[in-house]
């Protein structure tokens, strides 16, 4: 597919009698290698022998942005990676360039929407791949799953795309990437949060799946069964000892609020309304100021009126 190909001899895959099977894995073929630009459908021959593959665009021009993507992810990392970084910073280096440079495509979403998230208009195609995100910086979950993945291989980091829904509710896509030897959960369309940035750096499987609950459009495998995560200090604000328990995140969040003006911490991940509220009331008792803040799976937000 990355070749652009349309006629695919599937003789060697014994399991392509099972049409949902075979749709299934030539879904992931396309998902987990982001070169591949655009699909607008699968097919096969009577016999079986064949898959037959409907692209987007005809293959000058699949070469062509391959070639210029290719040549962006190269660059790209040749800027934010140097010699001796560990996988840790490598991943991070990789978040912070997606999430600082590239722009959420909202019209591409509406348009999706608009058609029950089976297809997009022509004019979108771009934002739902890695070329949207690193040519265009411009792209939506999908773009910038494709994008994370793409960087990764070619900073050397073993990372996935994973599919699903959002709250139960919003197709979306995310990574998991390997660091040592857990896959921890990024999503980086979500850790472009201003209020609440990195809210998804590093989720372990416990919390990730509350949020996230995976499909196995993506992948053949259920990630969650085959790619575990479960170190919680790898998670973006215990690793940077942005963590409190809840009897301590009030005083934290009222020196941040009286040194800068506005602070983000993070405290348990199910945080209710109510603790919420009850830390806030804290935080102004502590300030005697107007406080205005909110909270979004543990991680506090708070700046002064």
Not at 173 to 200: H, K, L, Y
Not at 247 to 255: F, N
Request: with cysteine; glycine share 6%; proline share 2%.
């Amino acid at each position: 597919m990355v070749n652009g190909v349309e006629e695919i001899d599937i003789t060697a895959f014994n399991e392509r009698f099972d049409l949902d099977v075979l749709w299934a894995a030539a879904t992931e073929a396309f998902y987990q290698n982001p070169l591949t630009l655009g699909i607008n459908g699968f097919g096969t021959n009577d016999s079986r022998t064949v898959l037959t593959v409907n692209y987007a665009d005809g293959r000058d021009e699949q070469q062509r942005r391959q070639a210029a993507l290719r040549q962006e992810a190269s660059a790209v990392i040749g800027r934010i990676i140097t010699p001796g970084m560990s996988e840790l910073e490598k991943q991070i280096a990789i978040n912070n360039y997606l999430t600082s440079t590239v722009s959420y495509d909202h019209a591409a979403l509406e348009n999706a929407k608009q058609n029950n998230f089976q297809n997009v208009d022509a004019r979108f195609n771009n934002s739902f791949t890695a070329y949207g995100v690193l040519i265009n910086k411009s792209g939506v979950c999908q773009g910038f799953s494709k994008a994370f993945k793409l960087l990764a291989d070619e900073a050397g980091l073993d990372s996935i795309v994973v599919t699903g829904l959002m709250h139960g509710t919003m197709p979306h896509a995310w990574n998991r990437v390997r660091i040592g030897e857990d896959w921890m959960t990024i999503d980086v369309t979500n850790n472009r949060n201003e209020r609440t940035p990195n809210n998804f750096f590093n989720l372990p499987d416990q919390f990730a799946r509350q949020i996230l609950v995976e499909d196995n459009k993506a992948l053949t495998v259920n990630s969650a069964e085959m790619f575990r995560g479960a170190n919680e200090s790898l998670e973006y604000y215990r690793m940077r000892d942005r963590f409190h328990s809840l009897d301590q995140i009030a005083e934290v969040l009222a020196a941040d609020l009286r040194a800068n003006g506005s602070a983000v911490r993070r405290t348990e991940f199910a945080l209710s309304d109510e603790q919420f509220i009850a830390i806030l009331q804290s935080t102004v008792q502590q300030l005697e100021a107007g406080v205005e803040g909110m909270h979004w799976m543990g991680t506090i937000s708070m700046t002064t009126q």
